[in-house]
């Protein structure tokens, strides 16, 4: 099993996910809104429903001949399948770059107090660091 690639965004790394899952899920939409059944689309793009179900889950990387079969039978242009999942992968990208928060969780041992001040002033070093107190 292969995984995600990361990204170097400033200083931060970002996950990318997985083209096959991006496609799938592109693919899955397209047929559900479409309001047909993978047995209906298989059929259409002469291949087996198991062999379908596991390219929209993203399960297989499914070849460009693959692909363009399922788009024909789906009614979609392959060009428009490749620029949805390029628009997807993009958003990815940047929503996980501008919401990367980094996360401590601090316990307290005993009855040892954390300085308020020291929080504010790493907090304000860094606004991505978000500080949670547990008891």
Known sequence: MTTPTRVETGTEHVREPLLRHL???ILRRAR????????????TARMSTAYLS????GRKEASSEVLAAVCGALGIRLVDLVGQAHDALAATIEQQAAGDRRVRVLTSVGRRVVDRASVTSRTAQ?????????A
Do not use: N
């Not at 559900?32 to 059929?43: D, F, H, I």
């Not at 606004?127 to 107190?133: D, F, G, Y």
């Open 23 to 25: 496609v799938g899920a």
């Open 32 to 43: 559900l809104r479409q309001g047909r059944t993978l047995q209906e689309v298989s059929a």
């Open 126 to 134: 860094d606004p991505r660091e978000a500080l949670l107190l547990a």
């Open 54 to 57: 596991e390219v929209e889950r």
